[in-house]
């Protein structure tokens, strides 16, 4: 098993460009998430989908789009970039969303700086 | 608002000593997790407990529901546990249990 898979691992753009973060997982699980993470703070949430063909907001959606249209991809897209999304994202997996049962296993990152 | 609070921010530490990492939260919960990211930024779970206490290897982490209060151990510290440790919570059952709340993390450098 890969796991989960991020790609690209490093992505330099310039300010109102829209790209694409790629996430995927070969464990069958139901839930998948983005979290940001920015210094000082904690990983925040930014969608999440408790399955194909259902995602939901985080605490931090502005900015971003999510779909899901098989259990393993779930893309993130940034539709104008601002300096402000400069950040390391994590794409995550569990088998369920919730109790003991949402082990969260992460992808590598993607470290996106935004001029 | 779930809040999670983790205690001390950093931690410098001698090879071999025992140390010990806080964390409160401020809502019921239905498991709290802690995760383990190395130096590379790459995040693992070690962890996910709703009550009592675990145990892999090193590490153990224990929780106290009523306390809102858990810690995570690690005996006998080595150089290759420095990372830093994050603390996340998820809450009861509900669309909020798809929202976990993480803390800042705590740095710990272990020192040859």
């Known amino acids: 098993n890969a796991g989960v898979t991020q790609t690209p691992k490093f992505q330099v753009l310039k300010t109102g460009q829209s790209m694409t973060l790629q996430c995927a997982q070969d464990?069958?699980?139901?839930?998948m998430s983005w979290y940001r993470q920015d210094p000082g703070m904690g990983l925040r949430l930014i969608h999440y989908?408790?399955?194909?063909?259902?995602?939901d907001q985080g605490e931090v959606p502005n900015g971003y789009n999510v779909s899901r249209s098989t259990t393993e991809d779930f893309p993130l897209r940034l539709l104008s970039a601002a300096p402000s999304q400069t950040s390391v994202y994590f794409c995550?997996?569990?088998?369920?969303?919730?109790?003991?049962?949402?082990?969260?296993?992460f992808g590598p990152g993607t470290r996106l700086t935004v001029l | 608002k779930n809040e999670v609070e983790q205690s001390p921010q950093n931690l410098t530490a001698q090879e071999g000593e025992f140390i010990t990492i806080n964390c409160s939260y401020s809502?019921?919960?239905?498991?709290l997790h802690w995760l383990q990211q190395h130096p590379g930024g790459g995040i693992v779970s070690l962890f996910m407990?709703?009550?009592g206490k675990k145990k892999h290897g090193r590490l153990i982490a224990t929780i106290n529901i009523q306390e809102k209060h858990s810690s995570l151990h690690i005996t006998a510290s080595h150089p290759r546990d420095s990372a830093v440790y994050i603390c996340?919570?998820?809450?009861?059952?509900?669309?909020?249990?798809?929202?976990?709340?993480f803390g800042k993390g705590t740095k710990l450098s272990v020192i040859p």
């Open positions: 995550a997996s569990s088998y369920t969303a919730g109790g003991l049962y949402n082990e969260q296993f």
């Open positions: 464990m069958n699980h139901e839930y």
């Open positions: 989908s408790v399955g194909a063909g259902i995602t």
């Open positions: 809502v019921g919960i239905s498991a």
């Open positions: 407990l709703s009550s």
């Open positions: 996340a919570v998820s809450p009861y059952s509900g669309a909020g249990s798809y929202q976990l709340t």
